[in-house]
């Protein structure tokens, strides 16, 4: 090579032989757009924590509910926040690491364009409620089919980028920039296909264990891929830079990203422990989750040594480096955390709980927040030419970005461990303590508004970075300078890596192969073919998901009892208001659950009786069992005043329903159904006429409308559909309500 590749120059150096110019456009936009997306998914992070202190700030505004906030403010964290960071983070490095400007232009600019419009979308049609009951993936097909396809617009690009490239081989960061982006690529396509229209499909294409599965697999291996395997890339980049020293360890870096593809991968499924899932796809994961230690282990020690390598006047008073040390520590934490989890033991206490998404919250904002910070910090001087505004303020946003993540990840944990100790809590006879799920809401009501307080703090960070950079930008020149390629083109014939001479000595041959192999001399080759890396990283991830996912794929469905059409209305109601979001559907196989909802789940339930969000947390009590275990008086005041019916309820009011009438062409996309619209509607009528008559003679009376003294027409309102969907859950086929008009002839 004719150059170190990970120096960044901080001025334009002179004009290369052909003219090439580097481009920064999108870079600064990206990087804008981050912050933007960043500021917005922090607030409503903040406030959907908030709505859980108090329900009452959600009466009658749906899109105000912890249901509904809680899905929007991941989504925009990780595809807004974090996915706009690393591609500022990529546009601006890969250029410098490969000497040679981004390849097809045109592709960048429409990627970046692309992606804001795509997110505006998915915000909007997620807050309106047409969302899918998914982690981290709750916008529906066509909004996932986008971002898949503009997604693979930027690999595209990247790919096209490497095989243009003027260095010899490739640095360690163009590894983990394609790795990531073939597998969340390919994730993200799988995630929309999973969520086709029924009218596409006729019924989803997945199910079951099958449908839990493959959705751990996004959330583990397809967000962990962006937030994991892509920003270790830009710590790879960043840390060198920083400390002005090479990497510490080049063979480290290698067994970081293979053992990332070949042992991470296979752990997504520990999350599934105690539920209908097969026990050996559990046992598969909790066996590779112990070997979790080995990428975190030799990524984080490798970019820890290479900044203490540095000179002791490098970096040293650089904002970045604060926050890349941060980052590495945090991440430390939740690699040290993971394995824990995946014990059975400690996953039948805590993994229901809180705790679960405080770990989840401590990669997403404690790892993959800070690396974006300390790259922004970084790149934000060299791409707007000029300064950085204050580094005082930068020192500010570390230690309220820092406190706020130490205080957020201690309340979420502490209020795990309380939800644990009421939630299991069982007599020496054998009886609960707390029957009802509302002792655990109130138990934690202090912790929850500790973890508003932090991420209070880290939004007050985050602004004060935004406004650093903002008059950073505001500083910039009038005309940016051009950044030229000095670097020549590649030569056409280079000699092809040979392997070291085995060591001499009475070694067996094998073991002198095995020497010879671990000298990893064999990995320059692909760091030299671009294409052949990608096929490689292809081939090891798609392997570990045949072997894993391909069994639970092929296995026959489970057994199906198809829904009334105001059932299956009442399903799409559900999902739009985000029940999903606080409210799991599977009940674990201990005492304390079976006694508080009732029989454990069995893989060979009704598919489409719920959503299959195992392994979440509860924020409401399980509703597997939910069907005739109260009477249809307590499900309609329960959605019309949660706590005059359930004291201490976190749940909002849903009086809304009430107004709003059943919309049969609605009631016919959602449903799929196949009959024909006026036998649907006589149907949905009927039984929607039959409860609303069972609460009257329950109640004794019509449910009137608050304030207005008039009766309440419950009968043509969502409110009645949730409730007939909600009163067939955990009932089994022969029991449940079927449908009229079956076997009956258009």
Known sequence: M??????????????????????????????????????????????????????????????????????????????????????????????????????????????????????????WTVAGGAMEPRLLSPAEAPVDLTLAGLWTLFGVQLLVTLTRRRQRYMYASLWFYLAATLLFGGLQLAAALASLPHPLLGSPP???????????????????????????????????????????????????????????????????????????????????????????????????????????????????????????????????????????????????????????????????????????????????????????????????????????AAALRFSGAAQAGVLGALSPEGHLLHP????????????????????????????????????????????????????????????????????????LDWGRRLQVFCTLWWHRRLERRPLRLASWITLAAGAVAALQLGPLLRAEPAAVASLTPLEAYGRSVYEREGCATCHTQAVRPLLADTKRYGALSAPGEPVERGPALWGTRRVGPDLAREGGRRSTRWQVLHLDDPRAVSPGSAMPSYRHLFERARDLPRLLHRSGLRK??????????????????????????????????????LEGSDAIALVAYLQQLGLPPSEAPTDPTDGEQP
């Open 2 to 123: 004719t150059a170190d590749p990970r120096q960044a120059a901080a001025h334009a150096p002179p004009l290369g032989p052909d003219g090439l110019r580097l481009e920064d456009g999108p870079a600064r936009r990206f990087l804008a757009a981050c912050w933007v997306w960043g500021l917005a998914s922090l607030a409503l992070a903040a406030l959907a924590s908030w709505s859980l202190v108090h329900p009452e700030l959600a009466d009658g505004r749906p899109a105000l509910g912890f249901g509904r906030l809680r899905p929007l403010a991941e989504l925009l964290l990780l595809l807004g926040f974090l996915g706009n960071g690393f591609f500022a983070l990529v546009h601006h490095s890969a250029q410098r690491l490969c000497c040679a400007p981004m390849a097809a232009a045109p592709l960048g600019w429409l990627h970046l364009w692309g992606w804001q419009l795509a997110l505006i979308w998915a915000a």
């Open 676 to 713: 024909l619209p006026t036998v649907a509607a006589e149907d949905a009528a009927a039984q929607a006429a039959a409860l609303t008559a069972e609460f009257e003679a329950q109640h004794r009376a019509p449910l009137l409308r608050p304030g207005a003294g008039a009766p309440a027409a």
């Open 436 to 507: 009802e799920f509302t002792e655990a809401v109130t138990r934690v009501e202090g912790q929850r508004l500790l973890h508003v307080v932090g991420l209070g703090l880290f939004f007050a960070g985050a602004l004060l970075g935004a406004w650093n950079l903002l008059r950073t930008w505001s500083a910039r020149p009038g005309t940016y300078p051009s950044t030229p390629v000095t670097e020549p083109p590649l030569e056409p014939a280079v000699a092809a890596e040979e392997a070291p001479a085995p060591p001499a000595g009475a070694v």
């Open 206 to 408: 997945f199910a079951g264990a099958a449908d839990a599965a493959l959705q751990w697999w996004y959330v583990r291996n397809g967000a962990g891929a962006l937030v994991v395997l892509g920003l270790f890339g830009v710590a790879y980049d960043l840390a060198p830079r920083i400390a002005a020293a090479p990497l510490h360890s080049y063979r480290m870096g290698i067994v970081h990203l293979w053992s990332l593809l070949l042992i991470q991968l296979w752990v997504a499924p520990r999350h599934l422990h105690l539920t209908p899932a097969p026990g050996w796809l559990s046992a598969l994961a909790l066996a590779f989750a112990f070997l979790v230690w080995v990428p975190s282990a030799s990524g984080v020690f490798n970019l820890a040594a290479t900044l203490r390598d540095g000179r002791r006047d490098a970096g040293v008073h650089e904002p970045a480096r604060p926050f890349l040390v941060a980052a590495l520590f945090f991440f430390a934490l939740a690699a040290i955390e993971d394995p824990v989890l995946a014990l059975r033991r400690v996953s039948a206490a805590v993994g229901s709980t809180d705790w679960v998404e405080g770990h989840q919250e401590l990669l997403l904002l404690g790892w993959g927040a800070f690396v974006v910070f300390a790259g922004s910090y970084w790149v934000a001087p060299r791409l707007f030419h000029a300064p950085l505004h204050s580094p005082g303020l930068a020192r500010a946003h570390f230690w309220l970005a820092t406190v706020g993540v130490l205080t957020s």
